[in-house]
């Protein structure tokens, strides 16, 4: 049975070649949420899930196919959208690949009862398996949440009305960043971000063996293409809001160079990455966005 604060809730799960394991993940989902949209970006010749079977099994599962990698905001949008057609209040935002924990909805939504003012974006504190330690420190002696600049999407409990004002998810980014500008927009607008202190999922960011660096953790592993991304996203979003949030550009600034001189000497394919990277600068000073058409990156 659904927790009765939980009703006003609909999940949007993003897609993409889902591996085997997203259908138990999916059910440790299911009955925390009134609704679960997920929006599928995988070609429809190489789609992994079987939807007809999925919605069977799972009645209070809806299923959009792209047929096409639209990205990742356009897919945020659509749920967004959805659940404003529908009336829900919240949308609870999940990777693919994130593992909810149970009481998972349940806390984010007592959290949004006690915040104030109300915040727009309730993130989720995390145990990442990588690097072995939450995404921040669980102590409760300085109370269950704390007020943050930026959240990563997964988990993210997100108030519908509030986000479609400020335009919902920039979609010109495709993938990369879109958490981060959101909430930054989100910001600049008067609203707050704050994260719960509860670990309430299992997620990792990146693929593994990416390195760790003093002060910046471990820098995700990425393919080219998400360099690429990357790169060009992480440019446009500090020449945009250095002014209001400089403590957090610099930060970014100074993460994205490192990240470039690791991966530059230290990873797999640095030739095809660091033309990526250059790529991605380039692109972001000519304003060249949307999806990623170089050939020699993808």
Same mark, same amino acid.
């Given at each position: 049975?659904? =927790?009765?604060?939980?009703?006003?809730?609909?999940?949007?799960?993003?897609?993409?070649?889902?591996?085997?394991?997203?259908?138990?993940?999916?059910?440790?989902?299911?009955?925390?949420?009134?609704?679960?949209?997920?929006?599928?970006?995988?070609? #429809?010749?190489?789609?992994?899930?079987?939807?007809?079977?999925?919605?069977?099994?799972?009645?209070?599962?809806?299923?959009?196919?792209?047929? #096409?990698?639209?990205?990742?905001?356009?897919?945020?949008?659509?749920?967004?959208?959805?659940?404003?057609?529908?009336?829900?209040?919240?949308?609870?935002?999940?990777?693919?690949?994130?593992?909810?924990? !149970?009481?998972?909805?349940?806390?984010?939504?007592?959290?949004?009862?006690?915040?104030?003012?109300?915040?727009?974006?309730?993130?989720?504190?995390?145990?990442? =398996?990588?690097?072995?330690?939450?995404?921040?420190?669980?102590?409760?002696?300085?109370?269950?949440?704390?007020?943050?600049?930026?959240?990563?999407?997964?988990?993210?409990?997100?108030?519908?009305?509030? #986000?479609?004002?400020?335009?919902?998810?920039?979609?010109?980014?495709?993938?990369?960043?879109?958490?981060?500008?959101?909430?930054? $927009? !989100?910001?600049?607008?008067?609203?707050?971000?704050?994260?719960?202190?509860?670990?309430?999922?299992?997620?990792?960011?990146?693929?593994?063996?990416?390195?760790?660096?003093?002060?910046?953790?471990?820098?995700?592993?990425?393919?080219?293409?998400?360099?690429?991304?990357? !790169?060009?996203?992480?440019?446009?979003?500090?020449?945009?809001?250095?002014?209001?949030?400089? #403590?957090?550009?610099?930060?970014?600034?100074?993460?994205?160079?490192?990240?470039?001189?690791?991966?530059?000497?230290?990873?797999?394919?640095?030739?095809?990455?660091?033309?990526?990277?250059?790529?991605?600068?380039?692109?972001?000073?000519?304003?060249?966005?949307?999806?990623?058409? $170089?050939?020699?990156?993808?």
């Amino acid at each position: 049975m659904i =927790p009765q604060s939980s009703v006003s809730v609909c999940a949007v799960v993003v897609t993409y070649f889902p591996d085997v394991g997203f259908v138990e993940r999916l059910r440790q989902l299911v009955p925390q949420v009134a609704k679960v949209v997920i929006i599928d970006n995988t070609f #429809a010749e190489n789609s992994a899930l079987d939807m007809k079977r999925l919605v069977e099994e799972f009645p209070q599962v809806a299923v959009f196919e792209n047929r #096409a990698n639209k990205g990742i905001a356009t897919a945020l949008n659509q749920g967004l959208d959805f659940a404003a057609s529908e009336g829900y209040e919240w949308i609870v935002t999940l990777d693919q690949d994130t593992q909810c924990h !149970a009481e998972m909805v349940p806390t984010l939504l007592k959290l949004s009862e006690t915040c104030q003012p109300k915040p727009l974006v309730i993130g989720s504190n995390y145990f990442d =398996p990588q690097a072995n330690r939450t995404k921040v420190s669980s102590s409760h002696q300085d109370g269950d949440y704390f007020e943050q600049k930026t959240v990563i999407t997964s988990g993210s409990l997100i108030d519908v009305r509030m #986000a479609r004002s400020i335009g919902g998810f920039r979609e010109d980014f495709f993938i990369d960043q879109v958490d981060h500008e959101f909430c930054l $927009r !989100a910001r600049k607008h008067g609203h707050v971000i704050v994260i719960s202190r509860k670990p309430v999922m299992t997620h990792s960011v990146g693929r593994l063996g990416g390195v760790r660096l003093p002060f910046l953790g471990i820098l995700p592993n990425h393919p080219p293409v998400r360099k690429y991304y990357i !790169a060009r996203n992480t440019v446009v979003t500090v020449s945009n809001y250095w002014r209001t949030e400089p #403590a957090w550009c610099t930060r970014r600034l100074v993460r994205l160079l490192l990240g470039f001189i690791e991966m530059a000497l230290l990873e797999q394919q640095r030739a095809r990455k660091t033309y990526a990277f250059v790529c991605g600068v380039n692109d972001a000073l000519h304003k060249q966005m949307g999806q990623c058409e $170089r050939r020699l990156i993808n």
